[in-house]
Nanobody
Framework: QVQLVESGGGLVQPGGSLRLSCATSRIIFGINVMGWYRQAPGKQRELVATISSGGRTNYADSVKGRFTISSANAKNTGYLQMNNLKPEDTAVYYC???????????WGQGTQVTVSS
């Protein structure tokens, strides 16, 4: 059973930065896409950013220019650098992997990000 573990969340003031990390419990082959999603209280989970095995990235409009997704494929580790954070970025952030020809999905347990003065 593969587990994803997110880290790096916390409390930050508006305009601040955080770097989230996502690590797997074991090496996984055939990762198609690694993504970050978030869910704020009372709202549906939404896509934040994705990165494909080929390095192609995709961002939600609300985070473009502020967030950067990256990955270290050899280590099965992903990152989300978040700059110029806003209160509306407050949410639980989840890491997701899309793996193999069957596009099996794996989710982490989430890490809380709170942006507040």
């Amino acid at each position: 059973q593969v587990q994803l573990v997110e880290s790096g969340g916390g409390l930050v003031q508006p305009g601040g930065s955080l770097r989230l990390s996502c690590a797997t419990s074991r090496i996984i082959f055939g990762i198609n896409v690694m993504g970050w999603y978030r869910q704020a209280p009372g709202k549906q989970r939404e896509l934040v950013a994705t990165i494909s095995s080929g390095g192609r990235t995709n961002y939600a409009d609300s985070v473009k220019g502020r967030f950067t997704i990256s990955s270290a494929n050899a280590k099965n580790t992903g990152y989300l650098q978040m700059n110029n954070l806003k209160p509306e970025d407050t949410a639980v952030y989840y890491c997701n992997l899309d793996v193999g020809v069957s596009h099996r999905g794996y989710w982490g347990q989430g890490t809380q990000v709170t942006v507040s003065s």
